[in-house]
């Protein structure tokens, strides 16, 4: 038997250099990137020492602006400073036309999904984002001179569905950054609070972000928070204030037809306006435009009156979250505000006599989402082997698939815990049918109409058969990151049923390696050099990870499949060292990974042995 | 029983959930894929599935007609997918008479009381069909086991109509 290596108490056995990976908060308003550094989550700022970075990116005919540049430049230059696109991610022009209203924008289709025309040509939400994350990542980067980022803990609404997490995910992939983990932000947050307070209990975490709304529910347990519910509106945000507050302008000012500067002017005021109204009583906005000059004087007591409505239909999102959990408003401990938006009086007020206690602030509200996916960044890429830190999520909206008569049957509901594989069997309706196909659906209403179609599935080579006799079962699979896969097999002949995914929205796999191709293109960047930089990376996490296990788990292989696991190791070191090519490294990265399969199993089973051990003892 | 060992407890009906629930956090710290981030891809995929199922175990045994319905198809007599109809008359004869009292509650004068009261219907019926459950699924007679069966398909209907009642708040809320 092997001996046991033992480390000091904190530290692990195999001590290695601190791995540099970071959280970014992906905003609608203003994004951030933040990493743990000596235990402390701190955020990242820019020369001038700003930590937000608003989310906004200027296109123009050879050049591209992210950040407070391309916001100054917004009025001047409305159709090609892209503000606030994080709430068309995943979206149809259709969806965005009827949440948002007049946009200064000019949307079209671009290889079957949604774009915006710019002078730069059409600009998908998708890879506008990957401009703010490249910003963010060239920003740590630059903090942390020469080192590389092993990879990124990407925050997204609780609330978000499936073609949202895609799409965001695309955007990662685009700027070059590997996703340990798609984390939701109210999760985000309350590991921020957490782990510094060391509660245990029920709290609610309410996310009011610039474009967003998110209630999630947890529970908090020595180091594990889980998720009970959560709920909430992904088209709910600041920004619709500041709608609210630019109807009013125009109601004030007799002015209805803006053009998109005018637009944007007026839309800048009411987010001034709004800011302004949680310091002050009475705010007075000037607004001057094409030789005309307007005064108007705005009260908090005006401002409260128009958000009112808004407010309430957050905590009706509360009521239902609170509900699903299974719990009591008295039964949370502490409510924790979220996002920009929370600092509206109103809204403080308002969660505050609903829960009927003082929310907490006291971490940054703008800032608290980044400095908690750090925290869980930090974890993931095993800086802390000996933290007890776990997070279970839910799955914020229910999946199912349409059934006859454009009715959808629930496969999947919402708030389950995630990872989940949930498996559902169908027949076929005619004899000799040999193809089906299947139109998946995300949301809680009845009507295929009303909820959100994620993709349609054709099943093909389904034995000919009499109708009735085949059994199609289709099994549904959520990761950690609440993203969704689907797999399909006729069960009496075990054929696997060809699939074809079409995703009715966000972006096909093809899609992104073809805008991952022509952005290099662009940027004259050496996309060989690129991927084989990322296959050495790649490689040296399988090493790093593979030599970690066998310190400690050696003893479950005997001495022969050892020296083979070994051999291959060896060989994956060497080819990292001699390829030219990324395909190399690839392969000899896919030996290691057939050559562990065995002792991943059995780690496996023994973990699952383990955690229970000494319990069922004298508890049973 | 496969998940009454993973998740270390005795097999029999009633539950004791807060050690199911204890349990289940120690099982997921050891195999959620958050705490295989740096493995292998394999091992990441491995660690994926039994989370997965350690939640699906959960799910089943937390909920009262799921896990009779498990440790019935576990004695071989699994009823999950039937489509078998129900025959007792006078059952369902109630069912449909309860569900025209769930319409009319909306209009109810006192929707509030009147959920409250429904509400109580359907715990009594709760209780009267899952009474016998423990013992009959703890016998070794295949009657038994047919009985239970007969006992959870009831019991299916009654929590329709709870899912049913539970809209008919959601959508008093939201006016």
Redesign the interface.
């Known amino acids: 038997m092997a001996l046991l290596q033992i480390a000091e108490p904190g530290q692990s056995a195999a001590p290695h250099e601190h791995k540099l990976a970071v959280g970014i908060d992906l905003g609608t308003t203003n994004s951030l990137v933040a990493t743990v550094q000596s235990g402390e989550a701190r955020t990242l700022t820019d020369l001038a020492g700003n930590a937000m970075l608003p989310s906004v990116v200027q296109y123009q005919a050879d050049s591209i602006v992210v950040g407070e540049r391309a916001a100054a430049a917004a009025t001047q230059d409305p159709a090609n400073t892209l503000i606030s696109v994080k709430r068309f991610l995943g979206k149809t022009q259709a969806e965005i036309e009827k949440s948002y209203g007049q946009l200064p924008y000019e949307f079209c289709e671009h290889d079957g999904s949604l774009a915006i025309s710019t002078v730069a040509g059409a600009i998908s939400p998708v890879t506008a984002s990957s401009e703010i994350l490249k910003a963010l990542k060239l920003r740590a980067e630059d903090s942390f001179a020469g080192q590389d980022i092993l990879g990124a803990v990407i925050t997204v609404p609780a609330y978000f569905d499936d073609a949202q997490r895609q799409s965001t995910k695309d955007a990662a992939e685009l700027a070059g950054i590997k996703v ?2 798609l984390l939701n932000e109210p999760t985000a947050a309350a590991v921020a609070y957490g782990l510094d307070s060391g509660q245990e209990g029920i709290i609610a975490v309410y996310d009011l972000g610039g474009g967003t709304f998110d209630i999630s529910i947890l529970r908090l ?2 180091g ?1 928070f ?1 998720v009970l519910a959560t709920g909430g509106d992904s088209s709910l945000g600041g920004d619709d204030f500041d709608s609210l507050l630019v109807e009013y302008f125009k109601t004030q000012t007799g002015v209805s037809e803006l053009s998109a500067s005018v637009l944007r002017l007026f839309i800048n005021k009411a987010k001034a306006c709004k800011e302004a109204l949680s310091q002050y009583q009475t705010v007075n906005v000037g607004l001057e435009f094409d030789g005309q000059s307007h005064k108007v004087e705005v009260t908090r007591e005006t401002f409260d009156e128009l958000a009112l409505s808004l407010v309430k239909k957050t905590l ?1 999102s509360c ?2 979250a609170v509900k699903d959990a299974g719990i009591e408003n008295e039964e949370v401990l502490q409510v924790v505000m979220v996002g920009g938006s929370t600092r509206m009086p109103i809204v403080r007020s308002q969660v505050a006599a609903f829960f009927d206690k003082e929310p907490l602030t006291s971490i940054d509200p703008d800032r608290v989402v980044a400095l908690g996916a750090a925290l ?1 960044a930090d ?4 800086n802390k082997p000996d933290s ?1 830190m ?3 999520d839910v799955l914020p909206l229910s999946l199912g698939l349409e059934t006859m008569g454009g009715l959808v049957e629930k496969i999947i509901p919402r708030n ?7 498996a559902q ?1 169908f027949t076929t309706f005619k004899d000799g049918q040999t193809a089906m196909s299947l139109h998946v659906l995300q949301g809680e209403r009845e009507l295929v109409d009303d909820c959100r179609s994620l993709a349609k599935f054709s099943l093909k080579g389904i034995p000919a058969m009499a109708a009735g006799a085949a059994h199609i079962r289709v099994t549904f ?1 959520v ?2 990151d609440g993203l969704l896969s689907v797999s399909a097999m006729e069960k009496s002949t075990g054929v696997q049923a060809e699939i074809q995914v079409k995703p009715s929205f966000g972006l096909s796999d093809d899609q992104v390696a073809n805008m991952l191709k022509e952005s290099m293109t662009n940027a004259k960047d050496d996309m060989q050099a690129r991927m084989l930089k990322e296959q050495q990376v790649e490689a040296l ?2 090493v ?3 030599e ?2 066998l310190a400690t788990d050696s003893a479950l292989l005997d001495e022969q499949e050892l020296g083979a696991l070994k051999a291959e190791i060896a060989k994956l070191v060497a080819v990292r060292e001699s390829a030219t090519t990324p395909a190399e490294i690839k392969a000899a990265i896919e030996a ?2 057939n050559a ?2 065995e002792f ?2 059995r ?2 089973d023994a ?2 042995k ?3 051990q000494g ?2 003892v004298d ?2 | 029983m496969r998940y009454f060992e993973l998740f270390a407890i005795p097999v029999d009906y009633n539950i004791d959930l807060a050690t199911i629930n204890k349990h289940y956090l120690e099982l997921q710290r050891a195999v959620h894929p958050d705490r295989h981030a740096s493995s292998s891809s394999r091992d990441k995929l491995l660690a994926v599935q039994n989370a997965a199922e350690i939640n699906d175990a959960l799910q089943t045994l937390k909920h009262p007609v799921k896990r009779a319905e498990y440790m019935l198809s576990e004695l071989g007599v699994d009823i999950r997918a039937e489509q078998q109809t129900l025959q007792d008359p006078l059952f369902l004869m109630q069912q449909m008479e309860l569900r025209e009292e769930l319409e009319e509650l909306e209009n109810a004068a006192d929707p509030d009381a009147a959920i409250a009261q429904f509400e109580a219907q359907i715990k009594q019926l709760d209780k009267q069909y899952s009474s016998e459950l423990a013992a009959q699924l703890a016998s070794n007679d295949e009657q038994q086991w047919q009985a239970a069966a007969d006992n959870i398909r009831k019991l299916k209907f009654v929590y329709k109509l709870r899912d049913e009642l539970e809209r008919i708040e959601d959508s008093l809320f939201d006016d």
């Not at chain 1, 389950?416 to 949930?422: L, Q, S």
Request: aromatic share 0%; hydrophobic share 45%.
């Open positions: 340990l983990r347990h020595q594990v889980e009706r009521r239902r869980q974890v993931l890429v095993g007890d776990l997070l279970l389950t815990t995630i990872p989940v594989a949930r069997e699979k990761d950690a996490r399988v790093e990870a593979l970690a296990s290691v990974d562990s399969s991943a199993a780690r496996m973990s699952i383990k955690a229970l319990q069922s508890e049973v």
